[in-house]
């Protein structure tokens, strides 16, 4: 089992820039994979952005490449979310996720944080 703590958050002008921070305990280290999901509303999560911690290979979701940058933060295995150049569909409540593979990340085989709210206008 892992814990998960977002920070950041809030909201921003079209074109403007967020960091979210997710802080990670427990069950998690080198060879695991964090990233982020994001929930609009009456629409289901969906993956964002991953990292494979310890290797720094990533993925992102077609609409945030060139815009979202993912990367981590040894040891205190925290995992950084740079949003740039928002635009008003990537508001949502994005959730730090962490699984043992990419593959158990994509099918939200994950434990996950609570949370924090990003609204783009």
């Known amino acids: 089992h892992v814990q998960l703590v977002e920070s950041g958050g809030g909201s921003a002008q079209a074109g403007g820039s967020l960091r979210l921070s997710c802080a990670a305990s427990g069950d998690i280290g080198t060879g695991k994979w964090m990233g982020w999901f994001r929930q609009r509303l009456g629409m289901e999560r969906e993956p964002v952005a991953a990292?494979?911690?310890?290797?720094?290979?990533?993925y992102y979701v077609n609409s945030v490449k060139g815009r979202f940058t993912i990367s981590q933060a040894s040891p205190a295995n925290t995992v950084s979310l740079q949003m740039d150049t928002l635009r008003p569909e990537d508001s949502a409540r994005y959730y730090c996720a962490a699984a043992s593979t990419l593959t158990d990340f994509m099918r939200k085989r994950n434990d996950w944080g609570q949370g924090t709210q990003v609204t783009v206008s």
């Open positions: 990292i494979w911690l310890g290797y720094a290979q990533t």
